[in-house]
């Protein structure tokens, strides 16, 4: 037999035992899907997927690249969500679009995937059940920041529970990351990992910003993204979000949220969620 004929014999063996494998997993997932169903616990865990991803791309010794293995898992975990439940996302469409495919690089090909015409109704498909999670614009390099998300956001008792980062490029053919945000009505358990969304409602006058960001640096609590937008109108207040590294269950947090109530007019937590890989921003 030639050397490509036995290679590709080797291949044949080793895909055999990968499927057998792969159905052995998703047996397991089915197994899982029972019981969140039967708890009614939400069927897509961010924080779960986060450290399963983190700990193979760790554990692998190559030749694969950390990207290659990402993709292959979003895949696997997608085809789980699939069997788990008949899982729906809602993005922005039409099907191609950005929203999509940052959906995708998230979800995978396994799931169904609702698409929407503005911000607005993707919040309102997952607040009324009709999808289990949406994926919105937050920020990208053409546009900056979306701010009907930031909006929909502040109004909304939705949570930010993922993010993903998207590589696209403009027309330079400059390669950069649009940054969107999964959201849906579950709180994520922490992922060791993770960053939180906060939105602090300020009086627009001198030194009240200063005053609320005091806290982050007395406690040593990096901020990553800021944005602001003026509150509703006729008011004089101003929406700050931040974004900070830690989950709202670390013991500072604690001593954050104390700090900031008494140097704030409100604060509305959006959403602890895993921070993006290092090679996706
Ligand atoms: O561990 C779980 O909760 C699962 O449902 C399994 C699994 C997986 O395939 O590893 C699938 C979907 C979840 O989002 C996270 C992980």
């Known amino acids: 037999m030639n050397d490509l004929a036995s290679l590709r014999d080797k291949i044949d063996a080793i895909d055999t035992e990968l499927v057998r494998l792969l159905n052995e997993r998703a047996e397991v997932a089915k197994e899982i899907g029972t019981i969140k169903n039967r708890e009614g616990l939400p069927i897509y865990s961010p924080e779960r997927e986060d450290k ?65 015409s503005d911000v607005a109704d993707v919040f309102r498909e997952v607040r009324k059940d009709e999808a289990d999670c949406g994926v919105v614009p937050i920020d990208d390099p053409d546009h900056g920041v979306a701010n009907s998300t930031l909006d929909q956001l502040a109004e909304s008792d939705l949570v930010v529970c993922a993010q993903i980062a ?89 001593d954050l949220f104390r700090e900031l109530s008494k140097r704030c007019r409100a604060v509305k937590v959006l959403g602890s969620f895993p921070k993006a890989a290092s090679s996706e921003v």
Do not use: W
């Open 166 to 254: 998207l590589q696209t490029e403009n027309s330079d053919s400059n390669v950069a990351a649009a940054r969107f945000f999964v959201i849906g009505k579950n709180t994520n358990p922490p992922s060791g990992n993770d960053c939180t969304m906060l939105l602090l409602r300020i009086e627009d006058k001198p030194g009240a910003l200063v005053s609320a960001l005091e806290p982050f640096k007395t406690l040593n609590i990096n901020l990553s993204h800021f944005a602001s937008r003026h509150a509703a109108k006729g008011s004089n207040d101003v929406f700050f979000f931040v974004e900070a590294a830690g989950h709202t269950r670390d013991l500072q947090m604690v």
């Open 52 to 116: 399963v991803l983190r700990s193979l791309v760790q554990k692998s010794q190559g030749p694969l690249r950390p990207e290659a293995i990402r993709a292959i898992y979003c895949e696997i975990m997608s085809a789980s969500l699939a069997l788990e439940k008949d899982v729906a996302i809602a993005c922005l469409g039409p099907a191609g679009s950005n929203s999509h495919q940052a959906a995708k690089s998230k979800f995978g090909s396994s799931v169904r995937y609702l698409f929407l």
